[in-house]
Every structure is written in C-alpha cells, then in structure tokens.
C-alpha cells in the first residue's frame, strides 16, 4: 500500500475518533464528573487527534505521485471535513454551555 494511503486513512481513523469523543458523548459525563474536567479533557484529546490528523493529511497531499485519483481526491476535501468537525465540535460546546 502506498504511504499517501496509509496517510489518508490514519486521518480518517483521527478524525472519527475525534468525533466519538465529543463533549456531548454520554460516555464522557460518566468519566468525569464535572463540566470542567470534561471540556479539559475533551478539548485537550479532540485538539491533539484534528492536529495529528491535519499533519497526515498533508503528508498524503505532498505524495500526488504515490495515490489513486480516487484518494487524491478525498483526500483534497478532507481538509473540509475536518473544518466541519471542528465547528461541530465548538457549537457542541456551546450548546453544553447553554448558550446556543
């Protein structure tokens, strides 16, 4: 398998399990039991996970040569959808908050 597969798919694997560990996952409230320990932890985890994911993205960006179309071009939107999960990510902070 080429190396910008394995890139694009280890993104993928980052950024569903950044979406598993959203603020709003009942899981998480059993975890911890203040508001504070979840946004720290949550916040901290999911921040490390969309960075981590951004690197290999790019990485399977600069090698064009070492990927099908199909993945090439996944992998050129999946920027996109790691902008929808990071707002998805504050807007269900905000509605924890109540302020949405």
């Not at 993104?11 to 950044?18: A, Y």
């Amino acid at each position: 398998m080429y190396k910008a597969h394995k890139f694009f798919y280890l993104s993928v694997i980052f950024v569903v399990l950044s979406v598993f560990l959203n603020v709003q996952n009942p899981m998480m409230k059993g975890l911890f039991g203040s508001i504070n320990s979840i946004i720290l932890f949550t916040g901290l985890v999911n921040a490390i996970l969309l960075i981590i994911s951004i690197i290999l993205i790019d990485k399977a960006l600069i090698r064009p040569d070492q990927a099908s179309r199909g993945v090439y071009r996944w992998a050129k939107v999946w920027p996109w959808v790691i902008l929808i999960v990071i707002i998805y990510h504050l807007i269900s902070g905000l509605l924890l908050f109540g302020i949405l």
